[in-house]
Structure formats: C-alpha cells, structure tokens
C-alpha cells in the first residue's frame, strides 16, 4: 500500500514558486562575484588581519550560507525564505569567488579556469531548476501542495494581497485538474480567512516600477528586446564559428578593429551560451505573432538568463570588467522580461497545455 501511494504521489513534490527562489539566489550569486571583484579592484586588493593571518571573504560566505540555513529551518513565512535566499545567494557568491584558492597548490585568486569552474556550477544549477520545473508541469497535487504553503504562510503572518491571489489561482488550477473537493475546500478557506499582511517587498518594487519612464514599461519594448537577442546571438554564432573554422583571424586599421578568436575554452562556452539563447529566443519571438499564451516570455527570460549570468563570467575573465557593462545590458534585458512575464501571468494569460513542452507561466 505504501508502495502504491508513494508511486501515486512521486518521488519528490515540486513547489510553484521553488524556481524563482532558485534564479534569484544564481543572480545574486553572480552580481556579489562581480562587485566584489570590482571592489577588490578598485581598494587594491587588501587583506583583513594581520600578521600571518587572512581572513578569507570566502569564510565570510560560509557564514552567511550558516544563517540562511538556520533561518529557513527556524522561522517560518514567505520573509524568512526571501531573506534565506538573499542571504544565501550572497555567501554562495563569496564563497565561489575564491574558488581559484581551492583547486591551487598556490592558493592562486587569480587562477585562469576558476571563470570556467563557476560557468559550469552555474550551469548545473539553471540547467537542475529548468528540468525540475519544466520536465512536466505541475500536477494537481503539486498546485495544491503550493496553495497550502501559503496557506500555511497566512496562519503564520497574515497574507498579503498578491500572495492570497497567487494562492487561490492555484487551488482553481488545482480543482480544475482533479484535486479531491475536501482538500481544495480546506485550502481555499485557510486563503480567504486569513489575516491581510502589508507586503512591503511588493510595495518596494512596484514603487520603483513606477519611477522607470512609460517607454520602457511598454510591451513593444518586449518586441525590441527580443529581436535583439535573436539578431545579437545569431551574429554571435555566426562569428564565433567562423573563428573557429579559421583558427582566429584579425584585422585591423584606422577605423576598424575586427577579431575572431580560436578554439578555446571561452569560445566554446561563449558559443553556447549564444546557441541557447537563439534557441530559446527565436521560436518565442515567432509564437510571440500566433499564441497568446505565456511561455514565449518566459522563454525570452530563460535566453536573457543565459546571456546574462553565462557571458558574464566568460567576459569578466577574458576581459577583465568590461564584463560590467555586459552584466548591466543583460540585466535591463532581464528586468523588462520579468516584469512583463508577471503582468502577464497576473492577469490570467493562458498557459500550455500538458502536451506543450514549453515552461509553464503558472509557477513564474
């Protein structure tokens, strides 16, 4: 009977809001190795302690990952998780940024590779979180399991407006899909009596939302943004196996400098970074014209990702911080996806369906 049940129910129990929690702690990750280094940079590198002492920043990482931990099995409520993530996304930074001392006999910061060993971490971590999220979508158990933790969030500290109405969206998603009538029953009236809570992360941001100039909320931006990607990644391929086949090439004169590296580690992961972001850009672009449904967005945000958090460690290491103002560009790519991503799913766009191997915009 355990055997049964255990197989009915599966091996593990996906939440809905898991993968945003997992992109925002990579994020963070990535940004702290950024402004670390530029700040390590700019002060001279200098050491904390004296003597024959170094105080590592990496211990302070490792701290930091401590706390979020204690935090999340301590405290309950959706502020406790965002600061666990926040918490945590900044250790893991610190932590990764001195990955060059542990894998040298030298303890060398400086260490080339260490850009490589953090492009492929990073890449286990998006690439677990895509196909936990997307190898099938959340079923009705999943939905409602989702529900009842923020139920569970409301008993605890009240909800706030936008928590109780991703809530409720996902016990009707939930019901439609076949979950037992008592349970949603149960779930839905823990959503609707619980205390109302003051969301003030939610207020922050849609303050700012409402500082950015109306252009730049505008959804033709979407299309801009879009074909840029595919036009930018596209020329990205195209150059970047064209180095390759001629074994680098440059040339160069008054007006114009023109180079095409070799085979190399960076080119590589540079071409793949681009070759996942056409993939994912290009047919989202053109669904964009045919469907009204979400996952062309979020499909755009997964190739902004890409670009973002994977040419951003290659440049840093192939260009010292130049790799800054890529890491910006990418940012401001991802940001107008994502706040364009939650519009949409707020106000109920469709979905795919189970047939669909698309993402699903329900768990965004």
Known sequence: ?????????????????????????????????????????????????????????????????????????????????????????IGFGLFLDE?????????????????EIMYILVVV??????????????????????????????????????????????????????????????VRALLVSADHASDRLHALQQHVIRLIPNFLRSPRLVTVVGWLMVVGALVSVAFGLLGVALGGYLYEDEKITLKLD????????????????????????????????VWP????????LVFTLLNALVDFATEGFGAVMNMSIGLCMLAILSYHLDLAARSGAPVPSPSVTAPSGTAS
């Open 262 to 293: 070799p085979l190399s580690i960076a080119t590589v992961i540079l071409l793949v970074s681009a070759g996942l972001t056409l993939a994912m850009a290009l047919p989202a672009m053109i669904a964009r014209r045919r469907t009204d449904s």
């Open 125 to 186: 971590i998006l690439v677990g979180v895509r196909v936990v999220r997307d190898f099938r979508p959340l079923n009705a158990r999943e939905r409602l399991a989702s529900a009842a933790s923020i139920a569970a969030d409301g008993v605890a500290r009240g909800l706030a407006l936008r928590r109780r109405e991703i809530g409720l969206r996902l016990v009707d998603q939930a019901s439609a899909e076949g979950a037992d009538a008592d349970d949603v029953a149960s």
């Open 1 to 89: 009977m355990d055997t049964e049940r255990r197989h009915k129910r599966g091996a593990i129990t996906r939440s809905s809001v898991g993968p945003s929690a997992a992109e925002a702690f990579t994020i963070i990750a990535i940004a702290t190795i950024l402004i670390t280094r530029l700040y390590l940079r700019l002060t001279g590198y200098p050491q904390i302690g004296g003597g024959d002492l170094h105080i590592a920043h990496a211990l302070y990482g490792g701290a930091l990952m401590m706390f979020a931990l204690l935090i999340g099995w301590l405290v309950l409520g959706f502020g406790a998780r965002t600061v666990c993530v926040v918490l945590g996304g």
């Open 99 to 115: 990955v060059g001392k542990f894998v040298t006999k030298d303890n060398d910061y400086f260490y080339g590779p260490a850009a």
């Open 297 to 304: 967005l979020v499909w755009l945000r997964n190739g902004a």
